[in-house]
Nanobody
Framework: DVQLVESGGGSVQAGGSLRLSCAAS????????MGWFRQAPGSEREMIAT???????TYADSVKGRFTIFKDNAKDILYLQMSRLKPEDTATYYC???????????????WGQGTQVTVS
């Protein structure tokens, strides 16, 4: 089993930065794909970034060049560094983990509780 706890959300002005954290615990964390998803009211959940166990990353086109996913393997904490934030980045952000990476949220069995990001 895997437990995920996000933190770091908040309100920021457009152009600003935020760093989200996801503390992971449980079995085989180092061998799992971990990712960030977001969902805005009235919108579908979308993949933002994934980090595979081999270090490879994927990003949604909407955040490429602005967001960076990385992990502190010693502490099992996944991060999402968000820069040049835009109002359209406003959403609840979720951390997810699964054995294999996928852009589809339905493929992930482990989720955090979410953290709100508001950009004005």
């Amino acid at each position: 089993d895997v437990q995920l706890v996000e933190s770091g959300g908040g309100s920021v002005q457009a152009g600003g930065s935020l760093r989200l954290s996801c503390a992971a615990s449980g079995s085989n964390i180092d061998n799992r794909c971990m990712g960030w998803f977001r969902q805005a009211p009235g919108s579908e959940r979308e993949m933002i970034a994934t980090l595979d166990s081999d270090g490879s990353t994927t990003y949604a086109d909407s955040v490429k060049g602005r967001f960076t996913i990385f992990k502190d393997n010693a502490k099992d904490i996944l991060y999402l560094q968000m820069s040049r934030l835009k109002p359209e980045d406003t959403a609840t952000y979720y951390c997810a983990a699964e054995r294999l990476c996928s852009e589809l949220g339905d493929e992930y069995n482990y989720w955090g509780q979410g953290t709100q990001v508001t950009v004005s």
